[in-house]
């Protein structure tokens, strides 16, 4: 499996948004998708993730409303649309792959269900 590879990272003021993507290629794209994000000293969170067909998607209660994801199959890509950033928010995002069926993934959405993971890209948010 090829690894994702993950952009659109920055510094931006509290209260701006941000563009994450996600290039997946081949098997790995053919699954469900999420993003996922580890602050320093913190353990890695899940933050959204999205069925095969981009029609089902979960998010975490701390940026739901906020934060949006989606993806181009045509593009082999996954979007994180997150708007109204907090500092808190400040972190390496990173996308996965699951292979695990979407009942599964959906209902506890966890990284060990995940697999091909990108480097990252920061995203840093300014008070």
């Known amino acids: 499996q090829v690894q994702p590879v993950e952009s659109g990272g920055g510094l931006v003021q509290a209260g701006g948004s941000l563009r994450l993507s996600c290039v997946a290629s081949g098997r790995t794209f053919s699954n469900s998708m999420g993003w996922f994000r580890q602050a320093p000293g913190k353990e890695r969170e899940f933050v959204a993730i999205i069925n095969w067909s981009g029609g089902r998607t979960v998010y975490a209660d701390s940026v739901k409303g906020r934060f949006t994801i989606s993806r181009d199959n045509t593009k082999s890509t996954v979007y994180l649309e997150m708007n109204s950033l907090k500092p808190e928010d400040t972190a390496v995002y990173s996308c996965?792959?699951?292979?695990?069926?979407?009942?599964?993934?959906?209902?506890?959405?966890?990284?060990?269900?995940?697999?091909?993971w990108g480097q990252g890209t920061q995203v840093t948010v300014s008070s």
């Open positions: 996965a792959a699951s292979g695990r069926s979407w009942t599964v993934v959906a209902h506890t959405p966890r990284d060990a269900d995940f697999g091909s």
